[in-house]
């Protein structure tokens, strides 16, 4: 994917020209999303720069949908931007949340990790700045962001089908009481959990809401 396909979508409250909210949003755009996604390969795009003709809101939406990453400024508790990030959780992708220092999370999002950053305090800024970019590179080990529509879906999953929530319990006790005797036992017992692990995962990626 060239750097040029590889988008990362800015969910934030941009407010009117010259407001308190726009200038804000401006200066996060500038000094701490720009720096992050650029240097991790990352092309940002906020909803004010997209140019293409045609329903501004389709638009959108289908930016959250298939950009590889979104990062998501819930400052303000503007209701678009949590509409927006709901369609992200949907979809399981990689996602980032900020907030102001001070703000408090909806009840629905408080669960979920989200970086605190004053944009008048430049250590604040510098730490969210580092903290992005570590989030990233979090993802592109393959690891998945987990929101409550996921754990909700999975939860519904082990429900529903006894046999994977039996190969998770399983799972969860071979890594509670794992023991070895000898270097070749330690082997094996790695390769069938790590097949374990693998089966789980992929039928929670499969699932589908």
């Avoid at 909806?106 to 970019?133: A, L, Q, W, Y």
């Amino acid at each position: 994917m060239s750097s040029e396909e590889k988008k990362c979508f800015i969910i934030c409250p941009i407010g009117g020209e010259d407001s308190p909210e726009r200038k804000r949003s401006d200066l996060i755009y500038k000094h701490i999303f720009k720096p992050a996604l650029n240097s991790t390969g990352y092309k940002p795009v906020r909803a004010d720069e997209i140019l293409d003709v045609g329903l501004i809101t389709s638009q959108i939406i289908n930016l959250i949908i298939e950009s590889p990453l979104v990062i998501a400024d819930l400052t303000g508790g503007n209701p678009n931007v949590f509409y927006e990030l709901a369609i992200r959780h949907m979809t399981r992708k990689p996602y980032i949340q900020i907030i102001e220092k001070g703000q408090q999370l909806p009840f629905d999002t408080h669960g979920v990790r989200t970086i605190m950053v004053d944009h008048k305090d430049m250590d604040s800024v510098e730490e969210c700045r580092n903290t992005i970019v570590k989030y990233i590179e979090h993802f592109h080990k393959g690891n998945k962001p987990e929101s409550p529509i996921s754990v909700a879906s999975t939860i519904r999953l082990l429900q529903s089908d006894p046999k994977y929530a039996e190969s998770l319990l399983e799972k969860l006790e071979e890594i509670q009481g794992f023991g070895f005797t000898s270097i070749d036992d330690l082997g094996d017992k790695l390769d069938n959990l790590d097949e374990k692990v693998d089966d789980v995962l992929k039928k929670l990626d499969e699932d589908t809401i």
